[in-house]
T-cell receptor, first 112, second 114 residues
Framework: QQQVKQSPQSLIVQKGGISIINCAYE??????FPWYQQFPGKGPALLIA?????SEKKEGRFTISFNKSAKQFSLHIMDSQPGDSATYFC???????????FGAGTTVTVRA | DADVTQTPRNRITKTGKRIMLECSQT?????MYWYRQDPGLGLRLIYY???????NKGEISDGYSVSRQAQAKFSLSLESAIPNQTALYFC?????????????FGPGTRLLVL
């Protein structure tokens, strides 16, 4: 049973639009929430991460929003570009063991 | 990431065969992981190792075994391959000396079991 539920499974957005991917978790012991980006034929790579002591973290066009009470977090991709077309995975871990529990992944397609 | 290499990159095998997937890293990390990726299921942890003498089962270890030959090498074996082990396999590493949570993935091995 997946500990982190991710939606949607796929989305298509126009260039310049906003992509939003949502994740939810049940284990309140999770205290680290990364997002990984995977291009076709490549391994996933860390994109951005957040800890629950902040509600938002922004790096360039990528923003994580975190809602501790709802046990949800989301990735927003602003001004989406064709080069952002990839599969995105949310994940969660506890700082005392570092094992990552991944969501099912979202395939984002940005149309030019 | 060229610092984490996996061999072979593609493999076709038959049901019942024993196969080994190999992972090597030059990052100097102490922690290594094996995952499998299936469409709609994301990445699931098979085994992980926090140092050469430490081996731990992940969430889906049945049918798999591992060997940590050195700090830089971590191999995954399928003792008797079956078709539902057809998947994309990833090795990853992380470093406890830093934050410890960033995992660096290899390019993957695509395995087909006939």
């Amino acid at each position: 049973q997946q500990q982190v539920k991710q939606s949607p499974q796929s989305l298509i957005v126009q260039k310049g639009g906003i992509s939003i991917i949502n994740c939810a978790y049940e284990n309140t012991a999770f205290d680290y929430f990364p997002w990984y980006q995977q291009f076709p034929g490549k391994g996933p790579a860390l994109l951005i991460a957040i800890r629950p002591d902040v509600s938002e973290k922004k790096e360039g066009r990528f923003t994580i929003s975190f809602n501790k009470s709802a046990k949800q977090f989301s990735l927003h991709i602003m001004d989406s570009q064709p080069g952002d077309s990839a599969t995105y995975f949310c994940a969660a871990s506890m700082s005392n063991d570092y094992k990552l529990s991944f969501g099912a992944g979202t395939t984002v397609t940005v149309r030019a | 990431d060229a610092d984490v290499t996996q061999t072979p990159r593609n493999r076709i095998t038959k049901t019942g065969k024993r196969i080994m997937l190999e992972c090597s890293q030059t990052k100097g990390h102490d922690r290594m992981y094996w995952y499998r990726q299936d469409p709609g299921l994301g990445l699931r942890l098979i085994y992980y190792s926090f140092d050469v003498k430490d081996i731990n089962k992940g969430e889906i270890s049945d049918g798999y075994s591992v060997s940590r030959q050195a700090q830089a090498k971590f191999s995954l074996s399928l003792e008797s391959a079956i078709p539902n082990q057809t998947a994309l396999y990833f090795c990853a590493t992380s470093d406890h000396r830093g934050l410890g949570e960033t995992q660096y993935f290899g390019p993957g091995t695509r395995l087909l079991v006939l």
